[in-house]
């Protein structure tokens, strides 16, 4: 890497990527540190920018979901090529990439969403910072407007804007409805072991069970081998988790992945499932559930029984069995600034929920809010059920009235 050669001014090269005309970084010698302490110190900074870098396109993946349709090889070669393009060239490198989102891609549909690009990433607070950019990348002894233009359109050519063009090419290709075979669990992992020479058998076999239905597309599908990255696994289990369903995503030989690659499989999987998990939860505020009740705060020598009806949304996870254990169990409910409400006997509280069911394996479903479970429960008819109680069994709809009464005043 360096000799001892005290008159050379380049004391190391980084080269970035193979082959002629790739990035260089050279470094100089240093007057006050040896090469074994510049070393590791240029190691050190390397793997900052690395991680600095994962960070950024983790979070652009999480905040542009088309991302997670290209790796970041492909993500690299789009902002170089898109650059030419935008520069009235033609690069038939990329219709093949984009028709992931967008099939039979081509010029003009590439043009559009160039222009489309272009207008949202100027916007007026952008300008200036991106103008300031576009001078530092231009050779100052050629100032051409189409050198300007290239220079302009090159430092637009972030994340952002791939995703841009990504999506104004999109066909919204996840508007299909697929329909898994019962003997799967739906909106979670489920594995499937055989032999070697059937498992692609067995997965085709998953995507025959609806007829329908086409072929599966080559996002649905990730075959691993030995030189599968991390980075593809990765992008593989967001669309899967991020969609916005109707898809099969299947994982295919994934024993075949290196130590790195299977280690960092189960990893991104396990913290992609947290990130989803925490995405659209809400947790109820008790400070705005009690001024909800405070407001019904019976005055003196008043004694009217109130029913209370709390429907509580599926999209609420936490707080839901310390609400209805201190509300209906202990009869008492404080909030941050001390008020305390207190249930009286006479009143009645109705909960309505979609109850979240936990599948354990060969286990009855359970409730994933224990209180759930406890206080006593009534299952509400479709209209149209109701309906053909009433018109068919009048002393059945009667009896499952008062049932439901019965339970209800427990």
């Not at 086409?214 to 030189?227: A, F, G, M, N, V």
């Not at 790195?260 to 925490?278: C, P, S, Y």
């Not at 206080?375 to 499952?400: Q, Y």
């Amino acid at each position: 890497m360096c000799n001892d050669d005290v008159n050379r001014p380049v004391c190391l090269v980084l080269s970035f990527g193979k082959g002629n005309g790739v990035w260089k970084l050279k470094g100089r010698r240093s007057e006050t540190s040896s090469l074994k302490e510049m070393v590791p110190a240029i190691a050190k900074f390397m793997e900052k920018c690395l991680d600095d870098w994962l960070l950024y396109i983790k979070t652009k993946r999480s905040q542009f979901y088309y991302l997670n349709y290209f790796t970041v090889d492909q993500l690299v070669l789009l902002q170089r090529e898109l650059v030419i393009i935008g520069n009235d060239s033609k690069s038939e490198l990329l219709y093949p990439i984009l028709a992931t989102v967008k099939q039979d891609c081509n010029q003009a549909d590439l043009n559009a969403a160039i222009e489309s690009a272009k207008e949202e990433q100027l916007s007026a607070e952008k300008n200036e910072k991106i103008a300031r950019m576009a001078l530092e990348n231009v050779d100052e002894n050629n100032t051409e407007t189409s050198f300007l233009d290239q220079a302009l359109f090159w430092c637009m050519m972030n994340a952002e804007s791939v995703v841009n063009i990504a999506k104004d090419n999109s066909e919204k290709p996840e508007t299909m409805k697929r329909e898994l075979p019962s003997y799967f669990l739906e909106g979670q992992p489920n594995l499937l072991i055989c032999p070697k020479d059937d498992i692609l058998k067995a997965t085709l076999t998953i995507y025959e069970h609806d007829k329908s239905k086409p072929l599966p597309s080559s996002d649905e599908i990730l075959i691993c081998h030995t030189k599968t990255s991390q980075d593809e696994v990765d992008i593989f289990w967001r669309r899967a988790i991020f969609g916005s369903g109707g898809k099969i995503y299947c994982l295919v030989h994934a024993d075949l992945l290196n130590y790195d690659a299977g280690v960092a499989t189960q990893k991104t999987l396990e913290q992609n499932i947290l990130e989803a998990n925490g995405m659209g939860e809400k947790q109820i505020d008790i400070d705005e559930f009690m001024n909800g009740l405070l407001d019904h705060t019976s005055t003196n020598g008043t004694d009217i029984a109130t029913l209370f009806h709390i429907d509580i949304s599926c999209e609420v996870i936490e707080g839901i069995d310390y609400l209805l254990f201190n509300l209906l169990i202990l009869g008492c409910l404080t909030d941050s600034k001390g008020l305390v409400w207190r249930r009286r006997i006479d009143d009645l509280y109705m909960i309505e929920t979609i109850p979240s069911m936990s599948y354990g394996q060969n286990k009855e479903p359970d409730y994933v809010h224990t209180m759930l479970a406890v206080l006593p429960d009534v299952f509400c008819k479709s209209p149209i059920e109701s309906i053909s109680l009433l018109n068919g069994n009048s002393a059945g709809f009667a009896k499952f009235v008062l049932r439901f009464l019965i339970k209800m005043s427990r």
